[in-house]
Structure formats: C-alpha cells, structure tokens
C-alpha cells in the first residue's frame, strides 16, 4: 500500500491467547489505530488452532496453513503475549509449533514482540521465553533486539474506548515502532542465506540430533 510517496510496511499481529477476552488483543487493536497512518496492521488469531500433534503425512490444519501464508506475505510480525506461570501461553507455543512445522513462515522474519498482564511485570518472562522459541532452529525468526514493550496491570491500562490511557506508554510504543520500521528495512538487506536458512528449518529434525 502506497500513502504518496511512502510505501506502507504490513504486518500481520498475532493475539498470543485463545482467551475470548484479552487485554493482549486489546494492546494490538490499539497499536493497528494508533500506526494506522504508519503501517497496515492485520490481527490474527491462534485459538481456532487445534492442538499440535505430528502425522506421517507432515500436513498442518488449512487454518495454520493460511496463517503461515499471511506471515510469510508480511514485511513483518507483531506478537502480544501474555504470562502463564512465568512462561508463554501453551496457546501461542501450540500456534508456533504448527506454523514450524512442514512450514517456516517465519525464516528471517522480523518480529517485535510486546505483552500485557495484570500484575506488574508486564509478561517481562514470558517475552524472555519468546525469543528463544522464536531463536529456535524450526523458527528462525530475527527478533528485534534490546527491546521489550511491558504493559503491566493491563486491566486499568485502558479507557472505554481501548486507548492507552498513560501517555508515556504511548510515548514507549511509538519509539518502539518507529524502531521496528527501522529493524524491518535494515533485516530485509540480510538475505543473502534465505534458501538455506529455510532448508535447514525445513530439514531440521530433535530425533536426529539427540
């Protein structure tokens, strides 16, 4: 998409909760308004996924397959995660184990990482546990470095209209995304390995290199 002489990145946001009601959800509806003008931002969701399990025939459900379709055609990932026993969701672990499988929609995929949670931290482990999942050889993503995005007690972060309601948050995010433009330009100039990056994904197996 083109806004004058200004070519619009997209990217494609994954709400990492099958919870019907998320304030992750919220955090990403508001990041598509807020960079509307920036960025065209589509949300996706992981809870229509069913659980992961291997078959001979190395098939993934159509939804995982459109997903992987959707990432694979976006400049860029945006994942909002929350925190589970110190830990990423078993939802979001269940949605990257079946778009790394017989997939790898996200090789050299630049993704940002951001996270809400009712208590104070803000997810703070849970985005830890993401990137290195997402550093796994299946994966293989390019998580933009040296930054977290931390939304603590997420319930009273928003008002009725799902805006954040503190300014200097507001102020973080859009540091924060203008930096991820920024990551997104420069990862696009390191491609040179992208056939054998997605064969070593492709071809990688734990049995063999137990």
């Given at each position: 998409m083109f806004k004058g002489d200004f070519q619009m990145n997209k990217f494609i946001a994954i709400v990492g909760s099958n919870a019907d009601k998320s304030t992750n959800r919220t955090l990403l509806q508001f990041i598509k308004r807020?960079?509307?003008?920036?960025?065209?931002?589509?949300?996706?969701?992981?809870?229509?996924?069913?659980?992961?399990?291997?078959?001979?025939?190395?098939?993934?459900?159509?939804?995982?397959?459109?997903?992987?379709?959707?990432?694979?055609?976006?400049?860029g990932v945006i994942i909002s995660t929350p925190e589970y026993d110190h830990s990423v969701p078993a939802a979001l672990l269940n949605a990257l184990a079946w778009l790394s499988y017989g997939v790898h929609p996200f090789?050299?995929?630049?993704?940002?990482?951001?996270?809400a949670s009712y208590g104070s931290l803000g997810s703070s482990?849970?985005?830890?546990?993401?990137?290195?999942?997402?550093?796994?050889?299946?994966?293989?993503?390019?998580?933009?470095?040296?930054?977290?995005?931390?939304?603590?007690?997420?319930?009273?972060?928003?008002?009725?209209?799902?805006?954040?309601?503190?300014?200097?948050?507001v102020k973080l995010l859009e540091g924060l995304f203008a930096d991820f433009e920024a990551f997104v330009r420069i990862t696009a100039q390191l491609n040179n390995t992208q056939t054998q990056d997605e064969a070593i994904a492709n071809d990688f197996s734990w049995e063999e290199n137990k």
């Open positions: 807020h960079f509307a003008d920036q960025a065209e931002i589509e949300l996706v969701e992981i809870k229509d996924l069913p659980v992961f399990a291997k078959n001979s025939e190395r098939t993934i459900p159509l939804y995982a397959t459109q997903l992987a379709n959707k990432i694979a055609e976006s400049d090789v050299n995929k630049p993704v940002m990482i951001t996270g482990r849970a985005q830890a546990h993401l990137r290195q999942v997402l550093d796994s050889p299946e994966l293989m993503a390019r998580v933009m470095p040296s930054s977290e995005y931390l939304l603590g007690h997420s319930l009273e972060a928003f008002d009725d209209e799902g805006n954040l309601k503190d300014p200097e948050k």
